[in-house]
């Protein structure tokens, strides 16, 4: 069925692929995920839009060319295991699953975490899995996930990062000080040696 949300959603996608989105999984996970209904209600109309939003909290959801971006930058294959740190929203764990990823995701602040669990449960995706906690910690019972990927920013690389990643294992994560631009890195670990690729300039709110 289509929805008044379809055109809004194809320009998107539309874009994305302008500014060199490649990956088809993404693309089309992007094509399908209802980005409207992880937004507040009164922002719905801006839902598709290239930028972030305000989720409540003090939070926001991520841009769409971002969450692009780093979920590509995991270089996932459906089926492979993935620890999200900053669950917010609920939308990069919903783009994960749509592309058949079991997803593990951590949420410290609890209204938000009941919310995407909610939202997630109700659009069907059971391969999320909802934890509330400190993701400074990982999520050491699933371990080793094939990609970790981190949605809010700490000063340094929390160790349990590395720790719980599997052999060619890739994270992503921003790293910078708090309120300020921090670099998107890249990490992949080869043995005990981690290979890191810098992704550029970003702002996201910082991992506490
Ligand atoms: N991936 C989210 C973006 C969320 S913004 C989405 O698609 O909407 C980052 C989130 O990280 C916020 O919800 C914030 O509460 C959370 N966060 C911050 N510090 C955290 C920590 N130490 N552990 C877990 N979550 C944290």
Redesign the pocket.
């Known amino acids: 069925m289509n929805t008044m949300e379809d055109l809004p959603r194809s320009q998107m996608v539309a874009l994305l692929r302008q500014r060199g989105i490649r990956d088809t999984m993404v693309l089309n996970a992007m094509q399908h995920v209802p980005r409207h209904h992880?937004v507040p209600e009164d922002l719905r109309w801006e839902a598709y839009g290239d930028y972030p939003l305000p989720?409540g909290?003090g939070?926001?959801?991520?841009q769409p060319y971002i969450?692009a971006l780093m979920t590509e930058a995991l270089t996932l294959q459906p089926g492979d295991k993935v620890l999200?740190?900053?669950?917010?929203?609920?939308?990069?764990?919903a783009i994960l699953a749509e592309m058949g990823m079991e997803v593990y995701t951590?949420?410290?602040?609890p209204a938000?975490h009941e919310a995407a669990r909610a939202l997630l449960a109700e659009l069907g995706y059971v391969n999320v899995h909802c934890r509330l906690?400190?993701?400074?910690a990982g999520w050491e019972e699933y371990a080793p996930y094939a990609g970790i990927i981190a949605?809010?920013a700490p000063a340094a690389i929390p160790s349990a990062c590395t720790e719980q990643l599997a052999e060619g294992g890739r994270l992503v994560i921003p790293v910078g000080p708090r309120g300020g631009y921090q670099n998107l890195w890249k990490v992949t670990r080869r043995g005990n040696t981690l290979q890191r690729e810098d992704l550029g300039g970003v702002a996201?709110?910082?991992?506490?």
């Open positions: 992880f989720i909290h939070q926001t959801i991520s969450v999200e740190l900053g669950t917010g929203s609920g939308y990069q764990a951590i949420e410290i602040v938000l906690g400190d993701g400074n949605t809010a996201f709110v910082p991992l506490v």
